[in-house]
């Protein structure tokens, strides 16, 4: 059996508009500008407190803990309004995907559980995926605990498994456990970035992926 683990935000749901949104008001509501929607962008799936203390590391940990909770706030309220959509061509692939008899799906993503069970039930995804992994219960990416448990709750051995995501967080996240690493190039970080964090196969769309895992797979029969 084989396992799949996929990114979400960048790599499944093209939720930048709510992530950028979010964090413009959170930082408005701590009395702070905000960072440019490239800055933010670059800090998407690291878990929520650990992305802004990278975009305000000259304030204190009490005004870091203000902007978390207000992007809280404020994301909920965006997504309730007009949730992410997905990007086409993932939800026909993860159906198709899950609908082998040698593939499970997992999730491993720095969304919250709550988020990511919205997300889910709102594009009629349950199901798909046998192992969720959230920033609930994990150190934050590129930590490895997230593919570790997905592993351990599958019984999937890493050499079977492969990371699918869009950030250098990702990637640097395979590589700790051991597991191989797709990075694809429609997200948020720039190709030689997943590259340079040890990507070992780049993808143009979910066409392309679809190929490539299919040739892991028979690679590593």
């Given at each position: 059996?084989?396992?799949?683990?996929?990114?979400?935000?960048?790599t499944?749901?093209?939720?930048?508009?709510?992530?950028?949104?979010?964090?413009?008001?959170?930082?408005?509501?701590?009395?702070?500008?905000a960072?440019?929607?490239?800055?933010?962008?670059?800090?998407?799936?690291?878990?929520?407190?650990?992305?802004?203390?990278?975009?305000?590391?000259?304030?204190?940990?009490?005004?870091?803990?203000?902007?978390?909770?207000?992007?809280?706030?404020?994301?909920?309220?965006?997504?309730?309004?007009?949730?992410?959509?997905?990007?086409?061509?993932?939800?026909?692939?993860?159906?198709?995907l899950?609908?082998?008899?040698d593939?499970?799906?997992?999730v491993?993503?720095?969304?919250?559980?709550?988020g990511?069970?919205?997300?889910?039930?709102?594009h009629?995804?349950?199901?798909?995926?046998?192992?969720?992994?959230?920033?609930?219960?994990?150190?934050?990416k590129?930590?490895?605990?997230m593919?570790g448990?997905?592993?351990?709750e599958?019984?999937?051995?890493?050499?079977?498994?492969?990371m699918?995501?869009?950030?250098?967080?990702?990637?640097?996240m395979?590589?700790?456990?051991?597991?191989?690493t797709?990075?694809?190039?429609?997200?948020?970080h720039?190709?030689?970035?997943?590259?340079?964090?040890?990507?070992?196969?780049?993808?143009?769309?979910?066409?392309?992926?679809?190929?490539?895992?299919?040739d892991?797979?028979?690679?590593?029969?």
């Open positions: 059996m084989k396992l799949a683990i996929f990114d979400v935000d960048g499944i749901s093209d939720s930048q508009n709510h992530i950028t949104h979010a964090m413009t008001l959170g930082f408005e509501a701590a009395g702070l500008p960072p440019a929607a490239s800055e933010v962008l670059q800090i998407v799936g690291l878990s929520l407190p650990l992305a802004v203390a990278r975009l305000a590391p000259e304030h204190d940990a009490e005004t870091q803990a203000r902007i978390v909770e207000g992007y809280k706030q404020s994301y909920m309220t965006t997504r309730a309004a007009s949730p992410a959509p997905l990007y086409p061509g993932a939800e026909a692939l993860l159906r198709k899950a609908a082998r008899d593939m499970l799906l997992a491993a993503t720095g969304k919250s559980r709550r990511l069970r919205a997300l889910i039930e709102h009629g995804l349950e199901g798909l995926f046998v192992s969720l992994q959230t920033a609930d219960d994990h150190p934050s590129p930590h490895p605990s593919i448990a997905a592993l351990s599958t019984g999937v051995d890493a050499r079977d498994a492969v699918i995501g869009d950030t250098s967080f990702d990637m640097a395979g590589r700790s456990a051991g597991v191989a797709i990075g694809v190039r429609w997200g948020y720039a190709s030689h970035l997943l590259e340079a964090a040890g990507a070992h196969w780049m993808v143009d769309d979910f066409d392309s992926l679809e190929t490539t895992l299919l892991l797979w028979e690679m590593s029969a």
